[in-house]
């Protein structure tokens, strides 16, 4: 809207036209009383600040840069989620960046021409206040150029130099699930493991390995190299682990811990095509929390990523306003053990 209308508002509020772009672009000079009575004013009339007006009146574009590696899996968009709705109650519009993951053979991301753009082009082009990074690995230029943009930047899931991340415990959420095994009595228990084909630097496959190592070794139990299978984090790949795994009738394990849910599909599927019954013959658990899980029965620890996005958001907003008072961010984030039908005592004889 132009001048007339925030000169409406400021009629009815009783103040200037200066008085009612401070007080709506967050200024610590207006008072909490008069603040109160631009908003009200500014409500009653419908007016909306101009995006552009407010950035070149406050230095601020009131606007959020979230960047995924994927745009179409679970785990990521409900981190998005989570963090859309804290941004978005706290004021701010959200842009939406698809940073295309590293390849093996493209450890810097140089032959990737949509990732280049946007570390050369895009972030300088569209003005954002700040940036929340899920779960992305960047190159030394990368970071170099977030760094050039002066802005604060959170990250979830994947440690960044010199950037606040918030991220679960992965070693301590795959002990959980290990635990939880073996406190049902199992002593036979695989481990079908994540592995992705890019970003070597990723740790979540490795802190989950070492969580089932720990947790079999903490318990006096030798890891049978036979029963660790490593897959993609599909159900596809989590059906072929499986039945490597299963297809020996001679030693099979009681119970396999898979390191998603995803991969957990997958040995559920393995499991009904050997006909072994879950958990009479196989007990399965898988760690994420997926929806998908409460329909099949999965015993599964849930990281809550919806979370984990709000935490991440939360953050930022400190960052970005810290002369408001925003909701405290945790010092850890939370998991929990859902057990469902999937898990149960091995059979006797087993």
């Known amino acids: 809207m132009g001048d007339v209308s925030i000169q409406k508002v400021a009629e009815l509020a009783g103040v200037s036209t200066a008085t009612v772009s401070r007080a709506l672009a967050g200024k610590q000079s207006v008072s909490a009383q008069t603040r109160e009575k631009v908003e009200a004013a500014a409500k009653e009339l419908g007016y909306v600040v101009s995006a552009t007006a407010s950035g070149l009146a406050s ?31 706290a004021g701010y519009d959200v842009t939406l960046y698809h940073c295309e993951p590293h390849r ?59 950037v606040p991340t918030f991220a679960v415990d992965n070693l301590a959420v795959a ?20 592995v992705i084909p890019y970003d070597l630097d990723f740790q979540v496959p490795v802190l989950r390995r070492a969580g089932y190592d720990t947790a079999m070794a903490e318990a006096g139990i030798p890891v049978r190299p036979h029963w660790i299978e490593e897959s993609e984090y599909t159900s596809e790949g989590g059906y072929a682990a499986a039945r490597s795994i299963l297809s020996d009738r001679e030693h099979r394990p009681t119970a396999v811990f898979a390191a998603s849910d995803e991969i957990a599909y997958g040995v559920l599927m393995a499991a009904r095509e050997l006909d072994l019954r879950v958990p009479e013959d196989l007990s399965i658990i898988g760690i994420d929390g997926h929806p998908t899980g409460s329909v099949l029965g999965l015993t599964t620890i849930d990281q809550h990523p919806a979370q984990q996005g709000a ?12 002369e408001v008072e925003h909701a405290p961010v945790p010092a850890r984030l939370p998991f929990e053990l859902i057990a469902r039908q999937s898990t149960a005592a091995p059979r006797v004889g087993a």
């Open 104 to 162: 093996l053979n493209d450890p810097d991301g140089t032959a990737n021409p949509r990732r280049a753009r946007l570390f050369e082009e895009s972030l300088l082009r569209r003005r954002v206040d700040g940036l929340l990074l899920v779960t992305l690995s960047l190159a030394p230029a990368e970071r170099a150029r977030l760094s050039s943009l002066d802005k604060p930047v959170v990250a979830i899931d994947r440690p960044q130099p010199d």
């Open 311 to 322: 935490v991440g958001a939360r953050a930022l907003l400190h960052a970005l306003e810290p």
């Open 59 to 89: 230095g601020r574009t009131r606007a959020v840069g979230i960047m995924l590696p994927y745009l179409d899996r679970w785990f990521f968009t409900t981190v998005m989620a989570g963090a859309h709705r804290e941004l978005t109650d």
């Open 175 to 194: 002990k959980a699930a290990v635990s939880h095994l073996l406190e049902l009595g199992h002593r036979d228990i695989a481990y079908v493991g994540g």
